[in-house]
């Protein structure tokens, strides 16, 4: 897996950093200046592909959800645009084969801003396909400790700010006008630490989600 979105990324940035040659700029139906809003629902599904546990040992894993999402592109060329994402996502927290069998951490709700470039790939009409890279902050908050913790006289978790690459691949399609149909699939990769009971238990975990988005945007 890892491999697979290893190639996805080196990909993504050669795309958006590629030379102008005849084959990549065609039309994309984008002029210098269009604003891209689109307004999805996403998939939010954590990897969970590594974590350390001290004191009880065993496996940190985060539950999916869906959540809604706004992001807005702004295009330098018809070709090359950036885009910022918001939205946010409650996860359900617990560590699976510790010394104390499965175990439940509590809530928290992640807010993660992300920013990438991105290369829009033309001459296939309206519909245009995309790649993009970029930097995704992930901020936790109004977390909420599991009465499982509170029964062992832990009774805070509190999550450290993650940093990591994000990468992207989708397309919009142009159904009439200004509004497009998009649908894209990004991979962040982003870790971070958790303290139980100030520090009685600390964990460490990737939790690299995936997004799996669809809905529609509108062309300014």
């Known amino acids: 897996m890892r491999k697979l979105w290893a190639g996805i990324a080196l990909a993504s940035l050669m795309a958006v950093a590629a030379p102008a040659s ?29 974590s350390t546990v001290s004191a009880i040992g065993g496996t940190v894993r985060a539950s999916n959800t869906a959540i809604p999402e706004v992001d807005l592109s702004y295009f330098f ?3 090359l645009s950036v885009e910022a994402i918001a939205g946010t996502s409650r996860h359900n927290v617990w560590v699976d084969n510790s010394a104390l069998g499965t175990v439940k951490v509590g809530s928290v709700w ?22 993009g890279a970029g930097v995704t902050l992930m901020l ?14 832990l009774n805070t978790v509190t999550y ?19 509004w497009y149909a998009n649908v894209v699939v990004k991979q962040t990769f982003v870790a971070t630490r958790a303290s139980i009971g100030h520090g009685t238990v600390i964990a460490h975990t990737n939790l690299d989600p995936t997004i799996v988005g669809a809905g529609i945007g509108y062309r300014f």
Request: hydrophobic share 40%; net charge neutral.
């Open 22 to 50: 005849a084959q990549l700029v065609q039309p994309t139906g984008f002029s210098s200046g269009d604003v891209m809003v689109r307004l999805r629902v996403d998939g939010v599904l954590p990897q969970n592909m590594s």
């Open 140 to 153: 936790f908050y109004d977390q909420h400790t599991a009465a499982d913790l509170k029964a062992l006289g």
């Open 110 to 131: 992640v807010l993660p801003p992300t920013v990438t470039m991105q290369y829009h790939f033309g001459g296939m009409g309206n519909f245009v396909p995309y790649v």
């Open 160 to 178: 450290r700010t993650g940093i990591g690459p994000a990468i992207e691949a989708g397309f919009d399609y142009r159904l009439r006008g200004h």
């Open 77 to 79: 060329t018809p070709n």
